[in-house]
């Protein structure tokens, strides 16, 4: 179906009630449907927003389009959790009902004033000629709804372009501070800065300045915090070209780490690095969690990509909550530990690898892998294993370069040329945590130092994992977790109707 204007910025409440339940059953119906990430009700699920923990529950928006698998009239839609593990809807969403977001309520934060969950987001206007006007909106959380102020800043600061979105706040030395993703005129992407005594009143401070004055033609979904005394940036700047292994997605995703002086804005900085080296992975945001972790949850997706989902009018996830901490200079993701929940029986296995040998089967699974020791030239480990496809991970002991493959994996999407994507480790590959679902998967190498996160689309009977190894042998203990269905947990004791 050709997606035109009017369709893609129709509102959900311009379709009949029965429609929308079809909508819901065919997406509930529909092929490559996730076990145990969350996906969209209905059509498209973007960047994660106004992720909050606040009087023991955490807050998690997804932007959404709900009518079909395109970029079209935003929403974000609502979920609360006590643990990141069990999610429930909440229907207190924040909808595109006012001028000021008349075309998509886009990305944004969240933060506690007064004890009350500000929401602050970029409202996107068209006007007739279909100028794009991009509003900075603070909306408040309350038992009733979300009731919407007028914007804070309306339209882009001078030596801007209308690309002038996704807000990010926080609190430092008595002050509220903002960082914007930007476009300046000169089409070079860049973070700006606000600042507000009161919440109310937001003066801008200027560019946070870094190294990387012509990086790309735009910076998407700025983030800011510090761990243990390291300041970090996170944003994604779109039109990098590749360069060898890196930055080889349509836009990129990643982070500076250092120290700023926030009486200049000036940064001194590491190099960008990115946050993941799959194929998708994008607009993370983050949050502090309830004992005062650093929490970051992205978007298994990319814009401008046609997934195979699409032509069953759904596409995308979110990832798998992740725990950020520096170490050695580096951030490091893991998985948050609530996530063990999830295993139900398990099975573990110390194989001597000298050919290839099957070793598990399942569709939805966590694996944890131990290399006893290992001396051969490669190793590889096969997911979704069947005659024709498999989607295969390795790993060259000579140069510790690890290859995500998924060239044979099943249906792939349309406008993605290569299928691999590589990066080289620091240290010797000597453990892996993996989670697969339907239709994806996540790897986290050597306890958190290198993550891969990638969408496959596989037959229904590839259920098979497997492992080789060429020129010498490899000892591995595995162990397979079969896990919970469902984000939705009974006796999650959860009140979100309002």
């Known amino acids: 179906m050709e997606w035109t204007r009017e369709m893609k910025y129709r509102r959900i409440e311009d379709i009949d009630a029965m429609q929308y339940e079809t909508l819901k059953i065919n997406t509930e119906n529909a092929t490559w449907r996730?076990?145990?990430?969350?996906?969209?009700?209905?059509?498209?699920?973007?960047?994660?927003?106004g992720f909050i923990y606040h009087d023991g529950m955490y807050h998690l928006f997804y932007q959404w389009f709900p009518l079909g698998a395109v970029h079209g009239m935003k929403?974000?839609?609502?979920?609360?959790?006590?643990?990141?593990?069990?999610?429930?809807?909440?229907?207190?969403?924040?909808?595109?009902?006012?001028?000021?977001?008349?075309?998509?309520?886009?990305?944004?934060?969240?933060?506690?004033?007064?004890?009350?969950?500000?929401?602050?987001?970029?409202?996107?206007h068209r006007t007739k000629e279909w100028t794009r006007i991009p509003y900075q909106i603070i909306a408040t959380l309350t038992e009733d709804g979300v009731i919407k102020e007028k914007p804070f800043i309306?339209?882009?600061?001078?030596?801007?372009?209308?690309?002038?979105?996704?807000?990010?706040?926080?609190?430092?030395h008595g002050k509220y501070y903002a960082v914007i993703g930007a476009q300046r005129d000169n089409l070079t992407g860049t973070i700006v800065v606000y600042s507000s005594l009161d919440f109310k009143e937001w003066l801008f401070e200027g560019e946070l300045k870094t190294r990387y004055e012509n990086f790309g033609y735009m910076w998407e979904c700025p983030d800011y915090f510090n761990i243990d005394g390291n300041d970090i940036v996170l944003f994604c700047p779109q039109g990098v070209e590749a360069q060898d292994d890196?930055?080889?997605?349509?836009?990129?995703?990643?982070?500076?780490?250092?120290?700023i002086d926030f009486n200049t804005l000036t940064m001194t900085h590491s190099n960008f690095e990115e946050l993941d080296n799959g194929?998708?992975?994008?607009?993370?945001?983050?949050?502090?969690?309830?004992?005062?972790?650093?929490?970051?949850?992205?978007?298994?997706?990319?814009?401008?990509?046609?997934?195979?989902?699409?032509?069953?009018?759904?596409?995308?996830?979110?990832?798998?909550?992740?725990?950020?901490?520096?170490?050695?200079?580096?951030?490091?993701?893991?998985?948050?530990?609530?996530?063990?929940?999830r295993r139900m029986d398990s099975e573990t296995k110390t194989i001597e690898v000298s050919q290839e040998q099957a070793i598990f089967t399942g569709k939805y699974y966590e694996l944890l892998v131990y290399i006893e020791s290992l001396s051969a030239e490669v190793l590889n480990i096969d997911l979704r294993v069947s005659d024709e496809e498999y989607t295969r991970l390795s790993y060259h002991t000579r140069t510790r370069s690890f290859i995500f493959d998924r060239t044979y994996s099943g249906a792939l999407p349309e406008n993605v040329e290569d299928t691999r994507r590589a990066t080289v480790?620091?240290?010797?590959?000597?453990?892996?945590?993996?989670?697969?679902?339907?239709?994806?998967?996540?790897?986290?190498?050597?306890?958190?130092?290198?993550?891969?996160?990638?969408?496959?689309f596989p037959s229904e009977d590839s259920d098979g994992v497997r492992v080789s190894s060429s020129d010498g042998q490899a000892k591995l203990t595995i162990t397979k977790f079969n896990l919970k269905e469902g984000i939705s947990c009974q006796n999650s004791m959860l009140s979100v109707k309002h």
């Not at 001078?158 to 430092?172: A, C, L, Q, S």
């Not at 995308?316 to 996530?339: D, Y």
């Open 34 to 49: 996730q076990k145990y990430h969350i996906q969209p009700v209905t059509g498209l699920l973007n960047d994660p927003n």
């Open 75 to 124: 929403y974000w839609y609502h979920l609360v959790s006590k643990d990141l593990v069990c999610f429930e809807s909440d229907d207190r969403t924040v909808d595109p009902d006012t001028r000021y977001d008349s075309h998509g309520a886009y990305s944004g934060s969240a933060f506690v004033v007064d004890d009350e969950i500000k929401l602050i987001y970029t409202g996107n």
């Open 154 to 172: 309306e339209g882009p600061e001078e030596g801007y372009t209308e690309h002038y979105r996704d807000p990010k706040v926080w609190k430092m």
């Open 246 to 259: 890196a930055y080889r997605n349509i836009y990129q995703s990643g982070y500076i780490i250092g120290a």
């Open 279 to 341: 194929f998708d992975f994008y607009a993370p945001q983050t949050t502090v969690g309830r004992n005062d972790e650093r929490i970051l949850i992205g978007w298994m997706g990319l814009p401008d990509i046609h997934y195979p989902t699409d032509k069953d009018d759904w596409a995308h996830c979110l990832t798998l909550p992740r725990v950020l901490t520096v170490e050695n200079g580096e951030l490091i993701q893991r998985p948050i530990k609530a996530l063990a929940s």
């Open 425 to 456: 480790l620091k240290d010797d590959l000597k453990q892996l945590q993996i989670f697969v679902d339907e239709s994806s998967v996540e790897i986290f190498i050597n306890d958190g130092a290198n993550v891969f996160t990638s969408r496959i």
